[in-house]
């Protein structure tokens, strides 16, 4: 059965530093994924996804994420954090070809926090 | 943009109580979900609809129920609320055909059950 794994649940990091948010997945299966961003008190907005082509994926705010198949991976990047991207971020996994359900399947979350 | 709408942002209910959790989308998506969100677990799927009166169980059913009598509205029924339901609800919805369709999240109501 599908999984999705999020290494870290809380990445400290300091304004301006580079932060890399992990995230491995299983599936027997070729997979879509998406990293989705939950600000305190809201719901969760798409960052982005990747669906097939470039294995690197650029995203809004800045973000960008890397597809690696052979290590079923899919880690989200940014070069350089701000104080408002401290949030909760979740990737998640959709298998190709699985019925007519649309369901994605999500990783426990990590914590972003962002110190001055 | 899609409005993914949940009708109450806080919610706070006594044990035995029968609750509903209402959720409406304004963009004619089949497929709606809902999810329960807790600290650690992430989110886990409780039930799916993908049509008018269709439904499926997700993950963890137990305890809830669902509606779904007109395609742009999905409710989410506890039929005695218990202590372990207190959590974060989001409702979702997305449209055919599938593939990379992403899910579009209402803001989520946040029940506590006494």
């Known amino acids: 059965a599908q999984s999705v794994t999020q290494l870290d649940s809380q990445v400290p990091v300091f304004e301006e530093a580079p932060v890399e948010l992990r995230c491995n997945y299983s599936?027997?299966?070729?997979?879509?994924l998406f990293w989705y961003v939950q600000y305190p008190n809201q719901g969760l907005q798409l960052l982005l996804k990747?669906?097939?082509?470039?294995?690197l994926v650029k995203g809004i705010n800045g973000f960008e994420a890397e597809f690696n198949k052979s290590q079923t991976s899919f880690h989200l990047r940014k070069p350089s954090v701000h104080i408002s991207d401290t949030a909760e971020y979740f990737c998640?996994?959709?298998?190709?070809?699985?019925?007519?359900?649309?369901?994605?399947?999500f990783g426990q979350g990590t914590t972003l926090q962002v110190k001055p | 943009d899609v409005k993914v709408t949940q009708s109450s942002r806080y919610l706070v209910k006594r044990t035995g109580e029968k609750v509903f959790l209402e959720c409406v989308q304004d963009?004619?998506?089949?497929?709606m979900f809902w999810y329960r969100q807790d600290p650690g677990l992430g989110l886990r799927l409780i039930y799916f609809?993908?049509?008018?009166?269709?439904?499926e169980k997700g993950d963890i059913p137990e305890g809830y129920s669902v509606s779904r009598e007109k395609k742009e509205r999905f409710s989410l029924i506890l039929e005695s609320a218990s202590t372990n339901q207190t959590s974060m609800y989001l409702c979702?919805?997305?449209?055919?055909?599938?593939?990379?369709?992403?899910?579009?999240f209402g803001n989520g109501t946040r029940l506590t059950v006494t």
């Open positions: 979702a919805s997305t449209n055919r055909p599938l593939g990379g369709s992403p899910l579009h």
């Open positions: 599936s027997s299966v070729s997979v879509y």
């Open positions: 990747y669906l097939s082509g470039s294995t």
């Open positions: 998640a996994v959709r298998e190709h070809g699985s019925s007519n359900t649309g369901k994605l399947i």
């Open positions: 963009m004619d998506h089949e497929n």
């Open positions: 609809s993908y049509d008018v009166k269709m439904k």
